[in-house]
């Protein structure tokens, strides 16, 4: 008896520290629209899922016909890094990665300056508005 009420206590202690992890980040929740590259001209959707951190989401190219997914961190400060993988036609075609900081206001969530690297020493810059 006292080993059940062991982890019935872990478990609630568990499932009250995973709600309060997130509860302090700006970012959390569902959030959707569209991003732009000026050099070169690309642009596309991006759905992003935010729990406390951990970002998971899609992402489209609209320009080349490619899709993809979406995986990677955000603090409460704004700090994003996520993993694109896209593909085409079920190929692989690139993997990107992601990095700057986003600030979110009025359920807009923007930055007009993320970093975007494809392959080591090719650096894109990349805006991104999505509500949520």
Same mark, same amino acid.
């Given at each position: 008896?006292?080993? *059940?009420?062991?982890?019935?206590?872990?478990? !609630?202690?568990?499932?009250?520290? @995973?709600?309060?992890?997130?509860?302090?980040?700006? *970012?959390?929740?569902? @959030?959707?629209? =569209?991003?732009?590259?000026? &050099?070169?001209?690309?642009?596309?959707?991006?759905?992003?899922?935010?729990?406390?951190? !951990?970002?998971?989401?899609?992402?489209?190219?609209? =320009?080349? #016909? *490619?899709? %993809? /997914? $979406?995986?990677?961190?955000?603090? #409460?400060?704004?700090?994003?890094?996520?993993?694109?993988?896209? /593909? /085409?036609? %079920?190929?692989?075609?690139?993997?990107?990665?992601?990095?700057? !900081? $986003? &600030?979110?206001?009025?359920?807009?969530?923007?930055? /007009?300056?993320?970093?975007?690297?494809?392959?080591? %020493?090719?650096? *894109?810059?990349?805006? !991104?508005?999505?509500?949520?």
């Amino acid at each position: 008896m006292r080993r *059940y009420i062991q982890i019935a206590i872990a478990s !609630v202690l568990l499932l009250l520290g @995973w709600g309060c992890g997130g509860s302090g980040n700006p *970012y959390n929740g569902f @959030w959707t629209g =569209t991003w732009t590259e000026s &050099t070169p001209a690309q642009n596309g959707t991006l759905t992003l899922n935010i729990v406390g951190n !951990v970002v998971a989401g899609s992402i489209t190219n609209a =320009t080349l #016909s *490619y899709s %993809g /997914s $979406v995986t990677g961190t955000v603090d #409460s400060s704004g700090n994003l890094s996520i993993t694109c993988s896209l /593909s /085409s036609n %079920g190929t692989q075609e690139y993997t990107s990665t992601v990095t700057g !900081v $986003v &600030t979110a206001l009025n359920g807009t969530m923007t930055a /007009s300056s993320l970093s975007e690297q494809r392959v080591p %020493g090719s650096t *894109y810059t990349m805006s !991104v508005s999505l509500t949520d």
